[in-house]
């Protein structure tokens, strides 16, 4: 397959978003083994475990955008994250590319299409493979899919490790022989390497120090600027995400509870959820005020909480907020919402 072919495989819509989704759900489940099928012969009432882990979620991502994705670990943002790439079929709802939805594609289609689409992960150290050289990490994707000739291999990775700021002359080493900050370069190197438009970077500087953190992020806003990047920015670090971000999704036990432009919710939070978290992002400026942690700990996706999921930790619950789930609405231009205060 060569670039040309890739790039002509999915017609773009006018105006369309680049990625959306469209009522997504994700569901594990275990399954229920011998013996407590056995024992629910007997009256065990042994059941299967669900864990929702995505909600019925609708996310639209714009051209060029940088959109941060913010929730408490155990949220299911990095789930969705992996559904918004592809790495995870959703159990319900669709996908769409440029408002054409993914499920139409078949074969050569769906793979071209899926190289438009990759994901930086979390762990430098996991993510890479320990017994591969840089230069087969990086290379061997576009050499598989025929971006590239194999003879091309070498002056092609040397590209893209200087396009990230690492030394091309050290290609031919092994992960370990790198540092964090370098590994991190090589993670964002390999999903470059196959000319993608949509990067999904699943808290792609969490495991690295502040001084290094900055480093890759501005290298993250120069690879936008340069290579007309659009991305997923996954992160629980809201300094991180309002540094990075044009607009900000924040995420509690599978559902979207607020979104909006990044200096509008950072300004004036709306939902309680984001109130509390905003509440526990320190601040360079002192200044008085009582600390008010959120109350209790984020409950279990396999039995959450019936209405609004944040009810058992809201300062504000009110009966409503226990028997419905809240819509999420337009609370503004450019701003939604899910909480029955709004409705006040």
Known sequence: MNTATRETSLPAVAGASLV??????????????????????????????VVRAVDHVDLAIRPGEVLGLVGESGCGKSTLGRLAVGLLPPTRG?????????????????????????????????????????????????????????KQKIEYVGLQMNRVGLDPTLMRRFPHQFSGGQRARIG???????????????????????????????????????LNLTYLFISHDLGVVEHISDRV????????????????LFAAPNHPYTKALLNEVGKVVPRK??????????????????????HPRCPHAMPRCRAEVPELRAIAAGRLSACHLNDA
């Open 20 to 49: 959306e989704l469209r009522g997504v759900s994700k569901r594990f489940v275990k399954p229920i083994d011998m013996a407590a099928r056995i024992g629910n012969l007997v009256g065990a009432g042994v059941r299967e475990e």
């Open 94 to 150: 669709e996908r769409y590319w440029r408002g054409l939805p993914l499920s139409s594609l078949k074969g050569e289609s769906a793979r071209a299409q899926q190289l438009r689409m990759q994901m930086i992960f979390q762990d430098p150290y996991a993510s890479l493979n320990p017994r591969m050289r840089v230069v087969d990490i990086v290379g061997e994707a576009p050499v598989a899919h025929g971006i590239i000739g194999t």
């Open 188 to 226: 964002i190197a390999r999903a470059l390497a196959v000319k993608p438009e949509f990067l999904v970077c699943d808290e792609s500087v969490a495991a690295l120090d502040v001084s290094i953190q900055a480093q890759v992020l501005n290298l993250f806003m120069e690879l936008r600027s340069a």
């Open 249 to 264: 999704v924040i995420m509690y036990l599978g559902r979207v509870v607020e979104s909006g432009s990044a200096a509008a």
């Open 289 to 310: 005020r009582t600390f008010v942690p959120i109350k209790g700990e984020i409950p279990s996706p396999l039995d959450p909480p019936s209405g609004c999921h944040f």
